[in-house]
């Protein structure tokens, strides 16, 4: 009877553990696909799908490609960054230990 309560508390911190990691993963992939969003909104030559999840140098690319000679805007450069830096985040947190089998078991993949 002594060890019940140390199992259901050690059960109860890890499902929390994976719960808050998951929505964590969540959050950065929703993050994502709100930012390929608001650059289709701002850019929408670009020909993005809406719900997908863009790759921040591929979109440099097409940008570039598609008007040379025109710069790029401040408010574009500014949410491709932000693209870069949270699937840079996202990866990396997929890549550590205790969180890659919380990805692994939640399907997450790399960006």
């Given at each position: 009877?002594?060890?019940?309560?140390?199992?259901?508390?050690?059960?109860?911190?890890?499902?929390?553990?994976?719960?808050?990691?998951?929505?964590?993963?969540v959050r950065k992939l929703s993050r994502q696909k709100e930012l390929s969003a608001s650059i289709n909104l701002l850019s929408p030559e670009l020909g993005l799908?809406?719900?997908?999840?863009?790759?921040?140098?591929?979109?440099?690319?097409?940008?570039?490609?598609?008007?040379?000679?025109?710069?790029?805007?401040?408010?574009?450069?500014?949410?491709?960054?932000?693209?870069?830096?949270?699937?840079?985040?996202?990866?990396?947190?997929?890549?550590?230990?205790?969180?890659?089998?919380?990805?692994?078991?939640?399907?997450?993949?790399?960006?």
């Amino acid at each position: 009877m002594g060890f019940i309560p140390l199992f259901i508390t050690a059960g109860g911190a890890c499902l929390l553990f994976i719960l808050t990691v998951r929505n964590s993963l969540v959050r950065k992939l929703s993050r994502q696909k709100e930012l390929s969003a608001s650059i289709n909104l701002l850019s929408p030559e670009l020909g993005l799908a809406p719900k997908e999840i863009a790759r921040p140098d591929a979109i440099l690319e097409k940008l570039k490609n598609q008007n040379p000679s025109k710069d790029i805007t401040k408010e574009i450069a500014e949410i491709i960054r932000e693209l870069k830096i949270n699937q840079y985040q996202y990866n990396n947190l997929i890549k550590k230990a205790p969180y890659n089998w919380v990805a692994k078991i939640g399907g997450f993949h790399p960006i």
